[in-house]
């Protein structure tokens, strides 16, 4: 999916990729709605891309045991060299500043 679809087009292929995934486990819409605890017009709703609760969403996609698409939504954590260097212990006390030297120009 590309930057630049409309909200809209992502709803509209977001449904297209729960209703396909719902057809290759032979499933009905009435029987999906039932394992999600959801009623069958918010499914049909969500699958046509004509607006669905989030809720909504995480229910089917639990009820089609993919939840490992949720996993592409929220990368893992990893640890971040900046943050690590960042998060170095503070400082203790304040140099002093030092008197220049007559030499020194």
């Known amino acids: 999916m ?12 977001l449904g297209e990729q729960v209703k396909k ?11 999906l709605a039932e394992r999600a605890g959801i009623s069958r017009r918010a499914l049909q709703n969500l699958e046509a891309g004509t607006g669905s609760s989030v809720a909504s969403l995480l229910s089917v996609v639990r009820a089609l045991g993919r ?9 893992a ?3 971040n060299p900046l943050t690590m260097v960042r998060a170095r ?4 006390r304040a140099t002093s500043v030092r008197a220049k030297s007559p030499t020194a120009k």
């Open 2 to 13: 590309q930057a630049s679809h409309t909200l809209a087009e992502l709803e509209a292929v």
């Open 21 to 31: 995934l719902r057809l290759s486990r032979n499933v009905d819409q009435t029987l």
């Open 67 to 75: 939840e490992d698409w949720l996993s592409l939504l929220a990368p």
């Open 77 to 79: 954590t990893t640890i």
């Open 89 to 92: 212990r503070e400082r203790q």
